[in-house]
């Protein structure tokens, strides 16, 4: 009788322990549950932000395209002026070379002379105007593309260093 006694507290115990193990068991799943949710939540966050950093580097490259593009048609003005230019001087001195003879033609030939300069002051000024714009307007839509690339990087690193914290 004390030893049916005995083994039956021994099954007791075994039971209690084997009871004891699979509520810990089913706790660590619980809890390997939330983490491995969680993992995943921050890895599909990761891929979104990865994914806009993707689009914001495309963005970035195709304004630098565009920025180099204008850069290439606003050389091309310039040169297109300055040969415009050459051609308005040239033909200034043509024509006060021509006309230097008589007093009125020189007169005239230096009104037009003036004018033809005054011209390409204004010519010239539009262009710089132009350049200056253009310039700041690229300058900071480059600048402003870094500083969010900048930001979603630090994002990206907090939202890595927190997964691996609250994995560990």
Known sequence: RQRIAETYALEQALQAERQERERKRRELEARFSAVFKDVE????ALSRMEASIGEM???RQRKEREFKRLQ??????LEEQ?????ALRAKGIEL????????????????????????????FQGTEELLKFQFMS???SY???LNMLKNLRGM????????????A
Do not use: I
Not at 41 to 44: G, H, I, K, L, T
Not at 82 to 86: P, Q
Not at 156 to 167: E, G, I
């Open 138 to 140: 690229m300058s900071l």
């Open 72 to 77: 290439r048609n606003l050389m091309e003005l």
């Open 156 to 167: 990206n690193t907090d939202v890595s260093q927190s997964a691996l914290q609250s994995t």
């Open 82 to 86: 300055k040969t415009e230019l050459d």
């Open 57 to 59: 580097e495309a963005t």
């Open 41 to 44: 939540a921050r890895r599909e």
């Open 96 to 123: 006060e070379q021509a006309t230097a003879q008589s007093a009125a033609a020189a007169a005239a030939t230096a009104r037009a002379v003036r004018e033809h300069e005054e011209r390409s002051a204004q010519l």
């Open 143 to 145: 600048f402003s593309s």
